[in-house]
């Protein structure tokens, strides 16, 4: 049975559904609140999601709704633009050696990943072919792009639970673990110099959210990856590296954007996701533990080979997803633009090259 993943509605939601989308934003707020008064890293993502993915899990018809999710990643992209200044553009122009190491080093851990993972359950799913075995393995073990990587490995006989499974679970560790990590470490506010547009000014704002959205349509209408998040940062983010001003953004709209992206990430953990198969879970958790250590060992490297600090390029390489990472970097502020650059680009060249490099490896394994 393929695992189900209800995270949100496609139509217009009954009476019914309205009432749960309602009841688990309620909840997510308070969840939000908690941890700010706790003192938690990024509250206002954290506890949407632990609440939610904690109630989903035991049963509790909770909800997330499409639009909604979608309208906080049109936001978070704005307001991920609005750091790249023109002083900050250069600094990023700079650095794509870096980010190329930095891609070649996600596809790399994927596909070593997706190997170590055909190591453990070779043999030990029923009912699938070595062709589906393998190609199950490999789309699970990529790292970025979750959803895509579930469709695309539909289409070469996959099995679409499990591959769901391996990504939810991953981005899921990586969320909760990385940004404690970093407020254990007591890294904070590297970018108050580079804080790009402070301003909200009203008749900007509306401009703004005119511009962005037209990017989002655009975006939509190339069947682009993440439309709502990438259509939005690279309108803004051109906007601001021309010198244009508009507007910030509110501080209240960025919360409420990550907390309806905490929901939807929460409303993934059904109780199916735990029966999906035990063992599967998990050594993708162990494998999680063991590619968020490394890929902190990599970000090292890769800071003493730029020159910028430490907690910067754990995010930008971190094995998680763009707008998580790209989130915890805008809260804490850790290097904004430079890990939006690294998250964005590894996304679009997984995109662009992992079936690519599926096929090369089915070529050559028969060869």
Not at 325 to 344: E, S, Y
Request: net charge positive; with cysteine; proline share 5%.
């Amino acid at each position: 049975m393929a695992l189900r993943i209800p995270d949100g509605f496609t139509s217009l939601p009954t009476a019914d559904a309205w009432r749960r989308i309602a009841l688990t934003l309620l909840l997510a707020l308070a969840a939000a609140g908690l941890c700010v008064w706790l003192g938690t890293p990024v509250p206002w993502m954290i506890g949407p999601l632990v609440v939610t993915s904690l109630l989903s899990l035991a049963g509790v018809p909770v909800a997330s709704w499409v639009p909604l999710r979608n309208t906080g990643q049109w936001v978070i992209g704005a307001a991920l633009g609005l750091y790249f200044t023109p002083e900050v553009g250069r600094l990023v122009a700079g650095l794509w050696w870096a980010i190329a190491l930095a891609i070649a080093w996600a596809l790399l851990l994927g596909v070593g990943f997706g190997a170590w993972l055909q190591r453990v359950h070779a043999g030990r799913i029923a009912g699938l072919a070595p062709a589906q075995v393998g190609s199950t393995m490999f789309f699970a073990g990529a790292i970025g792009a979750a959803s895509e990587m579930t469709l695309i490995s539909e289409r070469h006989g996959a099995r679409t639970d499990l591959v769901a499974a391996a990504h939810s679970l991953r981005l899921l560790l990586v969320t909760l673990t990385i940004p404690f990590a970093l407020q254990a470490w007591g890294v904070h506010g590297l970018d108050l110099s580079l804080a790009g547009v402070q301003t909200v000014r009203p008749l900007g704002l509306a401009a703004l959210a005119a511009a962005t959205l037209a990017g989002v349509a655009v975006m939509l209408r190339l069947d682009r990856a993440n439309p709502w998040f990438i259509g939005s940062l690279v309108v803004a983010m051109v906007l601001t590296l021309s010198g244009q001003t508009w507007s910030a953004l509110p501080d209240w709209l960025t919360a409420a954007a990550q907390l309806v992206i905490g929901v939807s990430l929460g409303v993934r953990f059904t109780p199916a996701f735990l029966h999906t198969a035990p063992r599967w879970l998990i050594s993708v958790a162990l494998a999680t533990g063991f590619m968020m250590a490394v890929s902190a060992v990599f970000g090292w490297g890769m800071a003493r080979l730029t020159g910028l600090h430490l907690a910067t390029l754990v995010l930008g390489t971190a094995p998680g997803g763009i707008a998580e990472m790209a989130i915890t970097a805008k809260v804490l502020q850790l290097g904004v633009p430079v890990v939006t650059a690294f998250q964005v680009c590894r996304l679009v060249a997984v995109l662009v090259l992992v079936e690519p490099l599926y096929r090369w490896r089915i070529r050559a394994t028969k060869n």
